[in-house]
């Protein structure tokens, strides 16, 4: 069984930085590609970055790029999420994800069949 943990999450002021974990159990971590998604209160999900098994490949959504910074820890089974210049914008719950093996599609939700429980980020001064 597959355990996606998100850590990090909470309360920081405008202009602030914040990083995400998430703690990945349950198979060949290496293997995978990984996620990061978020959700705003009454909207869908969307898309924020990836990045593939080998940490080699980086996506990102274009409304982070430049402030988002996904990267991984492949013999400690994690992934981050840094985030610079947070704005209110980004109030959000960030979720990780990992990748199926072989889909081609980084920005989908469908390509991705574990979930965590997600992080609450909060901007606010």
């Known amino acids: 069984q597959v355990q996606l943990v998100e850590s990090g999450g909470g309360l920081v002021q405008p202009g602030g930085s914040l990083r995400l974990s998430c703690a990945a159990s349950g198979r060949t971590f290496s293997s995978y590609a990984m996620g990061w998604f978020r959700q705003a209160p009454g909207k869908e999900r969307e898309f924020v970055a990836a990045?593939?098994?080998?940490?080699?490949?980086?996506y990102y959504a274009d409304s982070v790029k430049g402030r988002f910074t996904i990267s991984r820890d492949n013999a400690k089974n994690t992934v981050f999420l840094q985030i610079h210049s947070l704005k209110q914008g980004d109030t959000v719950i960030y979720y990780c994800a990992q990748k199926v093996l072989y889909g081609t599609n980084w920005y989908s939700l469908g390509e991705y069949d574990y979930w965590g429980q997600g992080t609450q980020v909060t901007v606010s001064s």
């Open positions: 990045i593939s098994w080998s940490g080699e490949s980086t």
